[in-house]
C-alpha cells in the first residue's frame, strides 16, 4: 500500500542541494516517487509502506549530509503547523538578522578603511583584522559549518563557494600581516561578502515567506471552535458528520453541510474567487471555510476533518506547490555539476593569473569573485518560487492547478473543447412539454415514463421523474430496468415494456411526434421519445440553462486566439442551437461518452493541443484523453476528478483564466531560468578576468535571487476576467456585508 509524507529538510541551500535529497531519496528501494522544494525545503514522497519507513527516508536524507525535522502525512491530517511550511518561525528569522546587524556594523568601518587612504592610520590593517573576525568566523559560520559538513559527505553546495571564498581572503590577508611580507590584505572583502549574502539571504528569505502567503490564507480559513445546536461551544476539530452546528452572520462555517434551517447570503470567494456573496436556503450545501455576512444559519455536517472541501485544496496545492516543471529538469542537470565546475574554474582562474606573471593577492582576488559570484541560488529558485506563487493565485481565485507539468501543457494550448451539459449549461433540467399521438392520454404517458426514468441517475431522467411525480406520487413499480448509455432506458411498468430515450430505439415514429420533436430541437430543448411494442407514443422535452458567463468565456477563448469547440449527446438542432446562443461555431453532437474520447484522439492526431472542459467525474475519460484536462468540479469530487486543473468556480470565464494564469506561470518560469543562467554565464567569465571586485560579486550573486523570487511574485497582481478580484491575503480576512445579487441575464435552452 502507498503512503506519502512529507519530510522538513534542513540545510539546503542550492539546486544542487535538493537534487542531491532527491537523488538519496530516489534510491530508498520501495520508494516511488521523491520531489523535493527548495523554496519550500521540504521533501514530497510517496513510497510502498511494506518496504519503506520513514525512519529508513530521514536515514537516506542524513546520509548526504542533511537534517530532518518531524514529516506531514500527506494521507492524513494536513492542519497542523502550516505557518511553518513555508517560512518557520520568529526565532528561525531573528538569529540572520542578529548576525547582519553584527557583520554590518563590524565590516562597514573596515570597508571604509580600506577604501579611504587618508583613514589608513599606522596599524589600520591591524584593527581591519579584528572587526573582520567576527564577521568572517562568527557571522559566516553556518557557511563554514555547513560546508565542513558537505566535505565530510564528499560533497559541495553554494555554502562551499562562501565559505572557500571568505576563509581564503581573510586567511591570506592574516598570513601578511603576521609575516610581514609585502602584499594588499584583504580583510574586508570576506567580511563584506559575509554580509552581503546574509541581507541577500535575508531579503530572499521574506520575499518566499509572501510567496507561500496563499497556503497560509487558506491555513488561515480554519474555524477554532463551533457552536453546537443547543448552545454548547466546542472545538471544531471535534465535529461528526450528522452533527448541527449554528453559523452567525460574521461568522466562517466550520466544515461542509448542508443548511437545515436559516438562509444567508455566503461569501465563498477564498474558495471559489466568485466575488458575489451567493444566497443560501434550507436544503443547500455549503462549504467549511466559508463566511456567513448575513442571516443566521443552522447547519448539519456532511464532511469532516480531512474529508472537507478545504482540506482537500489546501493539500492539493500543497502537492502542485512541490512539484518541478519540465523545464526544470535541465536546472536541474546544470547544478548537479555547477559547483564542482566552479571551483575547478576558480582553480584554473587562479593558475592563470599565477602564470601570466601576476601577484598572488591579483590571483587570489578573481579566484574569489569567481567562487562567491557563481552561486546557483537563483537557479534553483526559478522554478518553485513562480509555482508556488501561480498555484496559490489559482487556488485563490478558485482555480487548482496541479502542478509544473500542466504549465506547460497549458502553453500550448491551441483547440479548447466544451462538453454541453453540466459545462455550458448548469447541468440542472427541467421539463417543458408534452406531445402525444391521438388517443394517448399525457398523463398517464408521463407516468410511464416518470417510473422508468425514477430509477436513473441521468439529469434529464430526474427532470421526468419530478414532473410525473407532480402527477402521481408514489410512482409504479418497475421491473427489468436497463439503461442504453447516451440514448435512454427501458422497464416493465404494470406489465408494459416502456422506452424512454432517443429516436433510434424506436422502430416507427409518427409524423405528427416527429414534427413537434423537430420543433422542440429548433428552440433549443431536448426532446425525448416514448412509446412500447417499438412505437413512439408520444415526445417529451426538457430545457436546462445557458451559463449566464458561457457567451464571455467563449468569446474571451476567441481573443486568445483558440479554436472553441463543443460536444453533446444532444441531436444535432438542439446542439446547434446552443452553440449559436453562445458564439461556438464547431459542434460534434449525437456523440457517446466513449465518442467523445475518440473525437480529442482524432484531434490531437491533427495536431492540435486539447483542452478538454468537463463537469468532473462524469467526463473523466475525456479529461484524461486531452492535452490539458480542465473539470468544473463540485467539493464531492475534487479530489477525484480525472482533471490537470479543477475550476470550484460556476463562473465559465474561469476556463480562460485557468489557461491565461497557467501560461502567466510559466512565462515567469521561463524569465527565471532565463536570468539565472544568463547571469552566471556572463559573469563567470567578468569575474575569471579581474573585471569584478569580488564584493560587488557577492552583492550582485545575492541580488539575482532576489530578483528571481521578485519575478515571481509579480504574478500576486495577476488580475481575473471576472469582475471585482482581490489579492490572496486580503481574500482570507475579508468580511464583506454585500448582499447577494442575482444574475443579469438567465438564457434558458436544452441540453443533455
Known sequence: MSRTVELRVEGMTCASCAARVEAALGRVEGVEQAKVNLLAERATVRFDEEKVTPELLREAVERVGYSVGPDRDLDGETDEAEEEVHGGSGARHRSPLVRLCVAAAFSTPALVMAMVPSLQFSGWELASAVLTAPVVWWAGWEFHSNAIRRLLHRTVNMDTLVSVGTATAWSWSAMVLVSGTEGHVYFETGAVIVTVVLLGRL?????????????????????????????????????????????????????????????????????????????????DEVLGGTLAVEGTLLVEAT????????????????????????????????????????????????????????????????????????????????????????????????????????L????????????KTGTLTEGRMRFAAIHTVTGEDPETVLTLAGAVESVSEHPIARAVEEEARSVIDPLPRVEDFRSFPGRGAAGVVDGREVVVGARTLFESIPPELDLAARQEAAEGRTPLFVGWEGTAKATLSVEDRIRPSAAAAVMALHAMGLRVMMLSGDNHRTAQAVAGQIGID??????????????????????????????????????????????????????????????????????????RLSRATYRTIVSNLFWAFFYNVAAIPLAASGRLDPMIAAATMSLSSVFVVGNSLRLRRWKSLRTSQTTPSSEATRTSTAAPTKSTEEVTTGVP
Open 303 to 406: 464532511r469532516v476533518g480531512t474529508a472537507t472541501t478545504l482540506s482537500r485544496i489546501r493539500r492539493l496545492v500543497t502537492e502542485a506547490q512541490a512539484s518541478t516543471a519540465p523545464i526544470q529538469r535541465l536546472a536541474d542537470r546544470v547544478s548537479a555539476v555547477f559547483v564542482p565546475t566552479v571551483i575547478a574554474i576558480a582553480l584554473v582562474t587562479f593558475g592563470g593569473w599565477m602564470v601570466a606573471g601576476h601577484r598572488v593577492d591579483e590571483a587570489l582576488t578573481a579566484a574569489t569573485a569567481v567562487l562567491v559570484i557563481a552561486c546557483p541560488c537563483a537557479l534553483g529558485l526559478a522554478t518553485p518560487t513562480a509555482i508556488t506563487v501561480g498555484v496559490g493565485r489559482g487556488a485563490a481565485a478558485g482555480i487548482l492547478i496541479r502542478g509544473g507539468e500542466v
Open 203 to 283: 531579503l530572499e528569505d521574506r520575499a518566499k515567506r509572501r510567496a507561500g502567503d496563499a497556503l497560509r490564507s487558506l491555513a488561515r480559513l480554519t474555524v477554532k471552535s463551533v457552536t453546537l445546536e443547543d448552545g454548547t461551544v466546542v472545538p471544531a476539530e471535534r465535529l461528526e458528520v450528522g452533527d448541527r452546528f449554528r453559523v452567525r452572520p460574521g461568522e466562517r462555517i466550520a466544515v461542509d453541510g448542508v443548511v437545515v434551517d436559516g438562509a444567508a447570503a455566503v461569501d465563498a470567494s477564498v474558495m471559489t474567487g466568485e466575488p458575489v456573496p451567493v444566497a443560501v436556503a434550507v436544503g
Open 586 to 659: 464547431e459542434v460534434v453532437a449525437e456523440v457517446l461518452p466513449e465518442g467523445k474520447v475518440e473525437v480529442i484522439r482524432h484531434l490531437r492526431e491533427e495536431g492540435a493541443k486539447v483542452a478538454m472542459v468537463g463537469d468532473g467525474v462524469n467526463d473523466a475519460p475525456a479529461l484524461a484523453s486531452a492535452n490539458l484536462g480542465i473539470a468544473m468540479a463540485s467539493g464531492t469530487d475534487i479530489a477525484d476528478a480525472a482533471s490537470d486543473i479543477t475550476l470550484l468556480s460556476e463562473d465559465l470565464l474561469a476556463v480562460p483564466d485557468a489557461i
Open 408 to 419: 506547460e501543457a497549458a502553453r500550448d494550448v491551441t483547440t479548447v473543447v466544451f462538453d
